[in-house]
């Protein structure tokens, strides 16, 4: 049996700044599903991201697009495999020109990061030790 898949479409105003922010991150985008109005970003083997141009994103919904500078349309969590790097994430995304909306939250055996990218999507970067979660 195969993995599940996810494909998360967002709406983005600018998709080649869009485009530029990832790179600089370190991740690419699937030229098969990549044209002037779309653009399949690689987060790993079964998760993507569709960044789409307003205009193409509105031909899937009839609801309008979340004004991600004054509302949260979702929170969008990958994990990493350590905290440091969580840090390098967080750190390249910031230096990208994402901002941080919060400060890192440390439990100990879970820790934390969040940034908005350029189209203010919240990715929240987290690490969680493996021993936490065998219970």
């Not at 991740?27 to 987060?43: E, G, K, M, R």
């Not at 009839?62 to 004004?67: S, T």
Request: aromatic letters at 10%; glycine letters at 4%; a negative charge.
């Amino acid at each position: 049996m195969s993995a599940t898949m996810i494909f998360v479409n967002l709406p983005v105003k600018d998709l080649d700044a869009s485009k530029a922010f990832w790179a600089k991150l370190g991740y690419s985008c699937n030229p098969q599903f990549t044209d002037d109005t779309a653009a399949c970003l690689v987060i790993s083997d079964t998760i993507y991201a569709m960044l789409l141009t307003e205009p193409r994103f509105k031909e899937f919904t009839h609801k309008a697009i979340a004004d991600t500078s004054t509302t949260t349309e979702a929170l969008l969590c990958l994990s990493a495999e350590s905290r440091e790097k969580v840090d390098e994430l967080v750190d390249a995304a910031l230096a990208a020109g994402a901002t941080e909306p919060r400060a890192a939250q440390d439990h100990g055996f879970m820790y934390g990061r969040a940034f908005e990218d350029l189209e203010g999507h919240t990715w929240e970067i987290m690490w969680m030790d493996p021993a936490a979660v065998q219970g």
